[in-house]
Nanobody, 114 residues
């Protein structure tokens, strides 16, 4: 069973940057679509960025131009580079497939505040 471990979150001022990492304990096929999700307090979890099964990337409008998703298949790792962070990006961030899901990891908290 693949286990996902997210890291790299923290407290950052508006306009700052963070790079999140997601390490998988098992092997994930390079063709497996992977995504980054976030869940803010009182809100549903949402998909914010993803690698599709054909290798392209997709982002929700609110993070386009600020977030970049990348992956290293040999290391079973997916990253999310987040620039120009805004307070509304505050959430717990998770990685997972686009479905069916692996067990969810603990996530990593991102707090954007001055």
């Amino acid at each position: 069973q693949v286990q996902l471990v997210e890291s790299g979150g923290g407290l950052v001022q508006p306009g700052g940057s963070l790079r999140l990492s997601c390490a998988a304990s098992g092997t994930i096929s390079s063709s497996k679509a992977m995504g980054w999700y976030r869940q803010a307090p009182g809100k549903q979890r949402e998909l914010v960025a993803a690698f599709t099964s054909v290798g392209s990337t997709t982002y929700i409008n609110s993070v386009k131009g600020r977030f970049t998703v990348s992956r290293d298949n040999a290391k079973n790792t997916v990253w999310l580079q987040m620039n120009s962070l805004k307070p509304e990006d505050t959430a717990v961030y998770y990685c997972n497939t686009l479905g069916p899901f692996f067990p969810w990891g603990q996530g990593t908290q991102v707090t954007v505040s001055s």
